[in-house]
């Protein structure tokens, strides 16, 4: 017999559960709107920020060539994704897609990494939020209290109030509704992407031919001791990252990753999507792409604008058109830039808020939070829950070192879901799959093998950190997911009920 450990639920049963009234997600998202939230979550500090540091440290003009590595590693695992959520059309994303393929153990695990790797990012990136917020006030002659403002570089004990409300501002909102959120997101991501696209035009106008020269710099090996040294590399394979050259692009990748970190969450919202077989696909694939374009566009447009060594680490873009004699353009940025964040928060704090959902409905957290508000449809009660301690943790906590874990946490649902899919076509190959990964099981393999290759490449302090997450994780199943777990109790096993007769 199976171990209770690694029972799967039925794609059935998983569907037949977004029915209950109870529980049941309101269905209200197109193709667009799925598209528009996998741009408004992926455009974020990423490509504001990291451009520079990777072109100054890692990659040269190259920086570009590194987007296309991150991008080509996520293209692997959203063909998974876009299988999966189209066949399995339920909230959870990666943790629903392991309950039915590896079993419950193995999907508590990844579900556990999700609430973690989201409530860390949705913080995370509340904190960058505000500090832009603080610097467009101080333009404008006003000045946040120490007491009332980022921590960062100050030693006064605060709370960071603009990141709480931001956060809580947001969590009304997703209590709201789902078409209210979209709403929001299409309008906020409009501007976003207006800015990034002035960014390009503008800066084209701008470019410096010798700047280019060269564009792969020559390599030379990281210091011991300096934070993209990766201890893992040097132990298995007897080397250290390279700074520049060829290897230097991938070294470059692993970081430029956190820039992608999202186009995952439109998986989340599969149960409230109106045609998910036809639309998750589309909306998965297509966020991805565009935003691959787009950063590929300004890292080449920056590293074009000023020498990569010359690059500001703290606002690149800004700092690329002060150089050029526009300074204009730096609040017009900070600006997009602020902007842009509101909706990587809000989109961060929904996957959470669905992944979370998903797991209470199992019977593995409270069934409590698994109930829906009985006009609005969506998840009330962990919506609150959840947007009032990360606006406490975003408002308290400085989470600079802790945002590495957001890496890690979103490659290993990667792998997980890349090995799903191999497992679901062997097990049930008679599901119908609106869409099918191609070249299965080569594909997926491959996508396991690049993720833990950029795995591998972050530093060993955020492997530790992640191991000992998913150990309290471990001890929280055995204390009490797998003894309140619905098909513990035998609740998933009884068949559905027959329908009364219709008279």
């Not at 109870?22 to 209200?28: F, G, I, T, V």
């Not at 909230?91 to 609430?115: C, H, K, N, R």
């Not at 036809?278 to 792409?289: E, K, N, Q, T, W």
């Not at 606002?315 to 730096?330: C, S």
């Amino acid at each position: 017999m199976t171990s209770p450990l690694f029972r799967t639920k039925k794609v059935e049963q998983s569907i037949r559960d977004t029915e209950e009234p109870e529980h049941a997600l309101k269905k209200s998202l197109s193709a667009l709107d799925l598209t528009v939230f996998g741009v408004g979550v992926i455009i974020g500090t990423g490509i504001f920020v990291l451009t520079g540091t990777v072109a100054k440290d890692n990659a040269g003009p190259a920086t570009a060539l590194a987007f296309v590595v991150a991008g080509v590693v996520c293209a692997l695992a959203a063909l998974c994704y876009a299988e999966f959520a189209s066949t399995v059309p339920v909230a959870g994303s990666a943790y629903t897609f392991s309950y039915a393929s590896l079993g419950e153990l193995p999907a508590w695990i990844i579900g556990w990494d999700l609430v973690l790797e989201f409530a860390l990012g949705t913080a995370v990136v509340a904190v960058g939020w505000s500090g832009y917020i603080q610097s467009l006030m101080e333009n404008a002659g006003w000045e946040m209290p120490a007491a009332l403002g980022s921590r960062e570089g100050s030693d006064v004990f605060g709370f960071d109030i603009l990141a709480a409300v931001l956060v809580l501002v947001l969590t009304g909102i997703l209590v709201l509704g789902m078409k209210l959120s979209a709403r929001v997101t299409t309008v906020v991501v409009a501007i976003k992407v207006t800015v990034v696209l002035v960014v390009i035009i503008a800066g084209a106008f701008f470019i410096t031919a010798d700047n280019y020269d060269p564009f792969i710099p020559d390599s030379k090996p990281v210091p011991a001791g300096e934070s993209l040294d990766s201890p893992l590399i040097q132990l298995l394979f007897g080397w250290a990252p390279a700074n520049f050259g060829v290897m230097g692009i991938f070294t470059a990748a692993s970081v430029v990753f956190f820039a992608f970190i999202g186009f995952d969450i439109v998986a989340t919202a599969a149960e409230e999507t109106r045609n998910p077989q036809r639309d998750m696909p589309r909306g998965i694939l297509a966020s991805l792409f565009i935003c691959t374009l787009l950063y590929v566009l300004v890292s080449l447009v920056v590293t074009g604008m000023q020498h990569y060594s010359e690059l500001s680490v703290d606002a690149p873009l800004a700092d690329a058109f002060k150089a050029t004699g526009h300074p204009w353009f730096a609040g017009f940025i900070s600006f997009g830039a602020a902007v842009g964040l509101t909706t990587v928060c809000m989109i961060l704090l929904l996957g959470q808020t669905r992944v979370f959902f998903a797991m209470s409905r199992d019977g593995l957290l409270p069934r409590f939070f698994s109930r829906v508000h009985p006009r609005f449809k969506t998840p009330h009660r962990p919506t609150i829950l959840l947007g009032v301690l990360i606006a406490i943790l975003a408002g308290f906590t400085p989470l600079n070192e802790l945002a590495a874990l957001v890496n890690i946490g979103t490659l290993f649902a990667f792998v997980i879901v890349a090995i799903s899919v191999i497992i679901l076509r062997r097990t049930r190959p008679d599901l119908h799959r609106a869409f099918r990964t191609p070249w299965v099981p080569v594909l997926p393999i491959v996508s396991v093998g690049a993720s833990l290759w950029l795995m591998l490449n972050l530093p060993a302090e955020t492997w530790v950190r992640f191991g000992i997450w998913m150990a309290i994780g471990i001890v929280v199943y055995f204390l009490y997911s797998r003894t309140h777990s619905r098909m513990a109790t035998g609740e998933d096993m009884a068949p559905t009920p027959p329908k009364p007769p219709t008279s």
